[in-house]
């Protein structure tokens, strides 16, 4: 065979190799189907943790990120690296992650992943964050609750005692957090230095406690005597929230013995409670 037929045959041999190669197949990326995994347009509470979840295939995939940004800001993301996945075929390939947002809105998630080739595949879908019921009641309250009411005394051989009493200023410091359910808070209530626990239900911007039975002690004039009482009282109290002042209305009622040297007897109040707290 002549030197140039040699020569044209290794040419078209070589154009026969190069024209059986395959080009690079561009991965694919799909989201995670299945209970506890987000979907497009779920809706969510801002704060609730969420799972993202993509399942991916490809040649030798190198990475996944996950992005999660609103209106063009980034809120959060993740990167996954999976280059130790070389399997061929290749099977799908697994990436999840959790996120906690504090959002309100629509917030847009974007999984990539990219091959060894730097072919990649993106997948977009949108969620919606919604403002928790009682997250407006979050946070921590001072002011004054305004006391109006009776207090009376009774004891064997005195005579009895009514006191009226008009907005007496009593100052109170109110913590409230989540509660189990998004529309219950908890919290912790000082009144005039005693400590309550305190659970109550949002609906709308107004906030309804369960009644709380505490043991008030303080000093009671009684016909020149001043007689330290504990009493039982109950609170039931509402709350109405505009911007950032908790107006209260509610009751308090209570009763108690008197046990004074050879003076006994009975002491009770009966009012109503007002007044406003300033979220600090």
Same mark, same amino acid.
């Given at each position: ?19 059986? @190669? ?12 299945? =209970?506890?995994?987000?979907? $497009? ?6 704060? +609730?943790?969420? /799972? ?10 190198? %990475? ?8 063009? !800001? ?11 996945? %070389? ?6 390939? *697994?990436?999840?992650?959790?996120? !906690? ?26 969620? *919606?964050?919604?403002?928790?019921? #009682?997250? %407006?009641?979050?946070? *921590?309250?001072?002011? +004054? ?6 207090? @009376? ?8 005692? =009514?006191? =009226? ?12 957090? +989540? ?7 908890? &919290?912790?209530? %000082?009144?005039?230095?005693?400590? /309550?626990?305190? @659970? ?20 009671? =004039? /009684? #016909? &020149?005597?001043?007689?330290?009482? $504990? ?12 911007? @950032?002042?908790?107006?209260?209305? &509610?009751?308090?009622?209570? $009763?108690?013995?008197? *046990? ?10 009966? &009012? ?9």
């Amino acid at each position: 065979m002549k030197k140039s037929t040699l020569f044209l045959a290794c040419c078209i041999g070589l154009m026969l190799f190069a024209s059986c @190669k395959k080009d690079p197949v561009a991965p694919t990326i799909i989201l995670i189907q299945g =209970e506890g995994y987000l979907t $497009e347009n779920a809706q969510v509470y801002s704060g +609730d943790e969420i /799972m993202v979840g993509f399942s991916c295939t490809g040649e030798s995939l190198t %990475k996944i990120e996950i992005v999660l940004s609103q209106n063009g !800001t980034i809120l959060d993301s993740y990167t996954e690296d999976c280059t130790s996945q %070389k399997n061929e075929p290749v099977p799908p390939y *697994h990436c999840e992650h959790s996120f !906690t947002i504090e959002a309100i809105g629509t917030v847009n998630i974007k999984g990539t992943v990219t091959d060894v080739n730097g072919l990649t595949a993106s997948k977009n879908f949108d969620i *919606h964050f919604n403002e928790k019921p #009682n997250a %407006k009641f979050i946070g *921590h309250y001072e002011g +004054d609750a305004l006391f109006t009411g009776i207090m @009376k005394a009774e004891v064997t051989g005195l005579d009895p005692v =009514e006191q =009226e009493v008009t907005d007496r200023a009593v100052p109170v410091i109110l913590e409230l957090r +989540d509660g189990e359910t998004m529309t219950d808070v908890i &919290g912790n209530c %000082k009144i005039n230095d005693q400590d /309550m626990e305190l @659970k109550g239900t949002v609906e709308g911007n107004k906030v309804t406690f369960e009644a709380v039975n505490t043991t008030v002690s303080y000093n009671y =004039e /009684m #016909n &020149g005597f001043n007689i330290p009482l $504990e009493m039982n009282v109950t609170y039931a109290v509402a709350g109405t929230l505009e911007n @950032k002042t908790l107006t209260l209305n &509610g009751t308090c009622n209570g $009763e108690g013995e008197i *046990h004074l040297l050879i003076y006994n007897g009975t002491t009770s109040i009966d &009012g109503t409670i007002g007044g406003s707290l300033e979220k600090q």
